[in-house]
């Protein structure tokens, strides 16, 4: 293995970028791959060094743009918040609303 391919296997392995962007290249250029629910996968030795160095680099670039952002937390929300939220009392329908309830789901 080259070492664009050693470089592509160790940004991948230590999690130093996101993964959607390498799965996004992968399908969108169709390179040959199985999957199942674990992810997809790849032999990185069967790809042409060309398309290696392109993955390479389009994995970095977006790595980079996306550790660059000024990302903001989402607030965390606490049990006891959560338990406190009050929800409105869903309406009372009347007999002629029911009935146009049922018969909408015979549509």
Do not use: C, W
């Amino acid at each position: 293995m080259n070492d664009m391919r050693k470089k592509l296997q160790k940004l991948v392995l230590q999690n130093e970028m996101n993964n959607d962007f390498l799965y996004d290249y992968i399908i969108v250029n169709e390179i040959k791959h199985t999957s199942n629910k674990n992810g997809i996968f790849i032999n990185l030795s069967n790809i042409d060094d060309k398309i290696i160095d392109d993955m390479y680099e389009y994995t970095t670039k977006m790595s980079v743009n996306i550790q660059i952002r000024d990302i903001k937390p989402a607030p965390i929300i606490k049990k006891k918040e959560l338990q406190q939220k009050i929800y409105k009392l869903l309406p009372t329908f009347n007999s002629i609303q029911k009935q146009i309830l049922e018969m909408s789901k015979t549509i």
